[in-house]
């Protein structure tokens, strides 16, 4: 079956532009989760989705918010882009409802951002 | 989130076993332990998860302290694929809270 699909694969974009990435999760999952990484800080999460509603936050500014569509789809938008947001944004998919029966995820290949 | 503790680094030979430690003294009952992997370029990849008993899979086994505070995964035949950063998490499976927290990880080097 597909995997977890992210588009686009890469990006530029320049300070100040906003952004939105989309990611598909594997068929039957309905749990979405957004992650960010750098060199500098690794893997950090973002938010996780379920069922359209945001079941979880990480601590990042409001610019970067994110929505799921009632497929299962999520995108995530960063407005007001900064040099600082160049990074690898992967999206996760589960099966189960968020944090029940210790589910494993699903990640996508990412979607390479840099800010210029 | 309850943390944990990784070596930096770990070499293994090709085709031989290898052994990832990972310490989590400060586990709580409702934490499931997950192990991911990330080879270059890709985005970490599912390999095991378990709660209390050592699990098999196809990819690896997991081996899990009696007292929870430490886990080890375990390659049984390394192979050169087998090169990448390993990550132990702690997951809290009751739902409160269940976001992966990934630490630096253990980067393995497998020597042909």
């Known amino acids: 079956k597909a995997g977890v699909t992210q588009t686009p694969r890469y990006l530029i974009k320049t300070r100040g532009q906003q952004v939105t990435l989309s990611c598909s999760p594997i068929?039957?999952?309905?749990?979405v989760s957004w992650y960010q990484q750098t060199p500098g800080q690794g893997l950090q999460f973002l938010f996780e989705?379920?069922?359209?509603?945001?079941?979880n936050k990480g601590n990042f500014p409001g610019r970067f918010s994110g929505r799921q569509f009632s497929n299962s789809r999520s995108e995530m938008n960063v407005s007001t882009l900064e040099l600082g947001d160049s990074a690898l944004y992967l999206c996760?998919?589960?099966?189960?409802?968020?944090?029940?029966?210790?589910?494993?995820?699903?990640f996508g290949s990412g979607t390479r951002l840099t800010v210029v | 989130d309850a943390k944990t503790t990784q070596p930096n680094s770990m070499e293994s030979n090709e085709e031989e076993p290898v052994h990832l430690p990972c310490n989590h003294s400060?586990?709580?009952?409702?934490?499931?332990i997950h192990w991911y992997r990330q080879l270059p370029s890709q985005g970490p990849e599912y390999v095991i998860h378990?709660?209390?008993s050592n699990v098999n899979n196809r990819m690896a086994s997991l081996a899990i302290a009696e007292d929870r505070k430490s886990s080890t995964l375990i390659l049984h035949r390394a192979t050169l694929r087998d090169a990448a950063v390993y990550y132990c998490?702690?997951?809290?499976?009751?739902?409160?809270?269940?976001?992966?927290?990934f630490g630096k990880g253990i980067t393995l080097s497998v020597r042909p």
């Open positions: 068929s039957g999952h309905r749990s």
């Open positions: 989705y379920f069922s359209e509603t945001q079941r």
């Open positions: 400060t586990i709580s009952g409702t934490d499931y």
């Open positions: 378990g709660l209390t």
């Open positions: 996760a998919s589960s099966l189960g409802q968020v944090g029940r029966n210790g589910y494993g995820y699903t």
């Open positions: 998490i702690l997951r809290d499976h009751t739902g409160a809270n269940s976001k992966l927290t």
